[in-house]
């Protein structure tokens, strides 16, 4: 820890030490204090008070959706010999099979007064493409799923960092005592029943100390499980005992200074305030039918990407500071045309009406909204080049995605591909360089945020990462 | 809360004496012991036993509340026993359960 938030731990000792017996929840409060456990770097104010991350697992492709490259419409069909490639690390899935050029079979066009293009497969998105920045010069390093998706997640390739949701969480805190900081939400696509796994540690707090990990709201039933107090115990009993239990937590703490210790006593006050304040989350009934219908008929459904979508809106109003869905499906190497227009189903309306929605609310200004992937998609198609069932391998060197809100510049297009969307001409913009100007946006110099563990400074961007001026507003 | 509720059964039948606020200690003491496996410092005691008297008064007073806690799970319980003693202990045990120290094996 810096050695700011050591002094704090320190009078933390002091505050515990000071009220040794009949701590009870007073007590408590006090300890509970967010500023005391926030680690605010706070060097300048920010644009975005939270961030709502729409990640897209599978990798969409950036052919069918954000990059246009009318050039393929002439170059189809040509085979890409190995000097293309330049000795690049292929996936194991192709590297043996002839590689042609494949065009998308759909069209581009330019949009709103910005003129963002978009494709025809993402029709609501189109109405607020002047909202939008889109970055098409996205890079990364990983090649497959499961590192790619870490890497994306907590800066490396290899699991046990934190997640960026948990150093958000750990720099800033959260708005609000009765909700995590840090909420996930997941949705199956509708385009690949059988599509990767998603792995808690994805969300998870790494060395930070627990307390800073996403907390996963189920999309069927209840939102957590076993919340709601077991037969033969009240709220008032529920109370008692909690309050004992605490009162030995932090006399334990004393002695042993734990840090786990102490989140788990956070853990425990959050889940108890939980227990009154994610049930009201499900609750839509205030909601008027005109939500519905510009999120979709689908956000009626709970655990749909819509759904999640318009939960997402209402923890935004609550002042939770990381808000990650996940959507899966997005894996096409093959059967594209089947598959896509059913994941984009499930998302176009949705990022849009979410977009709207906090628009109309004022707060689109205060919240960043990502959209994208792991990775893009290969210019050559994935075993034939039958264009009703094309697919495309995966492609780390250039892909797209898209922002808007919270201090990003709206009505943009950033950066530029060659004419094979394989490599960056102008403007790259890699991982690392996402999370930094994602910090920046949040008032937090990615530099700052540090954390000690095993004897040196770790921070979500590790040694690299740059904040890129061109994308802020 | 079964299990809770088990081990005030338990505790009930291991600690034998009058019931006397004496007799209360000794059980809270040997319900600490049991669960953390160490002896209560003379603060944390006090902290059983304040919580266990308001416990008591709860149950004394609605002893439906006291019924509803001893049924839950599969289990029986001894019907020569004070249902009331019962679950005012079976609030401390369960407290007791969910400490740091008593979940987290170092």
Request: proline residues 4%.
């Amino acid at each position: 820890m810096t050695d700011n938030a050591r002094h704090l731990m320190m009078t933390r000792r002091h505050l515990l030490g000071k009220s040794a017996t009949g701590i009870g929840s007073l007590g408590l409060a006090s300890v509970l204090n967010e500023s005391l456990f926030s680690n605010t770097t706070g060097s300048f104010p920010g644009r975005a008070k939270r961030v709502i991350y729409l990640f897209q697992s599978g990798a969409p492709s950036q052919f069918e959706l954000l990059d246009h490259k009318p050039e393929l419409q002439k170059l189809h069909g040509q085979e890409l010999g190995a000097d293309f490639f330049e000795g690049q690390r292929q996936t194991g899935m192709t590297a043996g099979q002839k590689k042609q050029i494949c065009r998308s079979i759909y069209s581009f066009k330019k949009h709103g007064q910005s003129g963002v293009e978009l494709s025809e497969m993402l029709p609501h998105l189109s109405t607020v493409a002047d909202e939008l920045c889109v970055v098409r010069s996205m890079q990364t390093q990983a090649i497959n799923h499961d590192p790619a998706i870490t890497f994306f997640q907590t800066g490396f390739q290899q699991a046990g960092r934190p997640s960026m949701g948990a150093w958000v969480s750990y720099g800033l805190g959260s708005d609000n005592k009765d909700l995590p900081a840090y909420v996930v939400m997941i949705s199956e696509g509708s385009g690949k029943r059988d599509s990767q796994a998603l792995y808690g540690r994805l969300w998870g707090n790494g060395f930070l100390p627990s307390a800073h990990q996403g907390v996963k709201f189920r999309g069927k039933g209840d939102p957590v499980l076993y919340l709601s107090n077991p037969t033969g115990i009240n709220s008032q009993q529920r109370r008692e005992i909690l309050d004992l239990s605490q009162a030995l937590n932090e006399k334990h703490y004393q002695e042993v200074g734990d840090p786990e210790t102490l989140a788990r006593i956070k853990q425990a006050e959050l889940a108890y305030r939980m227990q009154t304040s994610v049930p009201g989350l499900m609750d839509h009934s205030d909601e008027p039918e005109r939500t519905f219908e510009l999120y979709g008929e689908a956000s009626k459904t709970p655990g749909t990407f819509a759904a999640n979508c318009l939960l997402a809106r209402k923890l935004a109003e609550k002042g939770v500071r990381f808000i990650q869905l996940y959507h899966r499906g997005w894996d096409q190497h093959g059967d594209m045309p089947r598959d896509l227009p059913l994941q984009c189903g499930d998302v176009d309306q949705p990022s849009a009406a979410l977009i709207k929605d906090l628009k109309q609310r004022g707060m689109l200004d205060e919240t960043l909204i990502i959209w994208g992937g792991e990775f893009g998609r290969t210019v050559y198609a994935q075993g034939g080049l039958d264009m009703s069932r094309y697919g495309r391998d995966h492609h780390p060197r250039c892909f797209s995605i898209w922002m808007a809100g919270g201090g990003i510049k709206p009505g943009t297009t950033y950066g530029t591909t060659d004419d094979f969307s394989f490599n960056v001409t102008e403007n790259p913009v890699h991982v690392y360089d996402l999370h930094a100007t994602m910090l920046h946006c949040l008032g937090v110099d990615h530099e700052q945020l540090t954390y000690k563990f095993q004897g040196r400074h770790y921070r979500l961007t590790d040694v690299h990462g740059q904040v890129v001026p061109g994308l802020l507003a | 809360v079964e299990a809770s509720r088990k081990l005030a059964e338990r505790v009930m039948h291991t600690v034998k004496g009058s019931d006397s606020e004496k007799s209360d200690t000794e059980k809270l003491e040997w319900l600490f012991r049991i669960t953390t496996s160490r002896r209560p410092s003379p603060d944390e005691i006090d902290l059983l036993v304040s919580t266990f008297q308001a416990a008591l008064r709860r149950y004394v007073d609605h002893p439906e509340l006291a019924e509803q806690l001893m049924t839950v799970g599969e289990s029986s319980y001894d019907p020569r026993l004070s249902v009331t003693q019962l679950a005012a202990l079976a609030a401390i045990a369960n407290a007791l359960l969910n400490t740091d120290e008593v979940i987290t094996k170092n």
